[in-house]
């Protein structure tokens, strides 16, 4: 049983275009996190929702905009993408809301051209 | 604020060395400390935390990190490198109860294993 999943894997895009990626977790956890992972390897966080309460909301430009329909599910939908938004894209969870032991999905490689 | 340093961008041993990386943290108080590995094209797991306790953790695959509290430092060892553990590797803070709720991650130690 996989235990935070995103689709999809692999995103290539448009500039300007609208996406959505998806996440969902099956550990129980109450907490739920994205993050952006650039071409060096740097790991900034974007939010982070505890029982679909955001708590956390890292400057991150306003065409980004997550949901949380439930616990279980966090999902990242980006406004008029920019070159600069290609990245991969991981979520995660943990129990607490303060980060502690996050458990990560496989991540969501986005390239917009 | 919360801050992770991994001084070391890549580190480069032969099959069976001794491997040691480094971390240094700057926090208000004693944090909750991780280490995470990334595999090519996966995601990131965890290696071992510190919460408290023994300052001597153990973690999967033969990792293990020491906390000092005199040098802010969790540093990660494996007293025997196997080609698969080439990896990136990322340092973590974490917060206790009340404290800061964003957990921030070192920019990552990527190792790369010689046969």
């Known amino acids: 049983d996989t235990a935070v999943s995103q689709t999809p894997k692999y995103l290539v895009t448009q500039m300007g275009n609208d996406k959505s990626i998806k996440c969902e977790q099956n550990?129980?956890?109450?907490?739920m996190y994205w993050y952006k992972q650039d071409s060096k390897k740097f790991l900034k966080i974007m939010f982070s929702?505890?029982?679909?309460?955001?708590?956390i909301n890292e400057t991150v430009p306003n065409r980004f905009s997550p949901k949380s329909p439930d616990k279980a599910h966090l999902n990242l939908h980006i406004n008029s993408l920019e070159l600069g938004d290609s990245a991969v894209y991981f979520c995660?969870?943990?129990?607490?809301?303060?980060?502690?032991?996050?458990?990560f999905g496989p991540g969501t490689r986005l390239t917009v051209t | 604020a919360q801050s992770v340093t991994q001084p070391d961008i890549h580190i480069t041993v032969s099959e069976g060395a001794s491997l040691e990386l480094r971390c240094n943290y700057s926090?208000?108080?004693?944090?909750?400390l991780f280490w995470y590995v990334q595999s090519p094209g996966q995601g990131l797991q965890l290696l071992l935390k510190?919460?408290?306790?023994?300052?001597l953790v153990q973690g999967i695959k033969g990792f293990e990190a020491e906390f000092k509290r005199s040098q802010s430092s969790f540093n990660l060892r494996k007293p025997s490198v196997h080609w698969s553990d080439a990896a990136e590797y990322f340092c973590?803070?974490?917060?206790?109860?009340?404290?800061?709720?964003?957990?921030?991650f070192g920019r990552g130690t990527s190792l790369i294993v010689h046969p």
């Open positions: 929702y505890n029982n679909k309460e955001l708590i």
């Open positions: 995660a969870s943990s129990q607490d809301p303060a980060g502690n032991e996050q458990y």
């Open positions: 510190y919460f408290s306790g023994d300052t």
């Open positions: 973590a803070v974490g917060a206790r109860p009340g404290g800061s709720y964003i957990p921030t």
């Open positions: 550990l129980g956890h109450d907490t």
């Open positions: 926090y208000g108080a004693t944090p909750y």
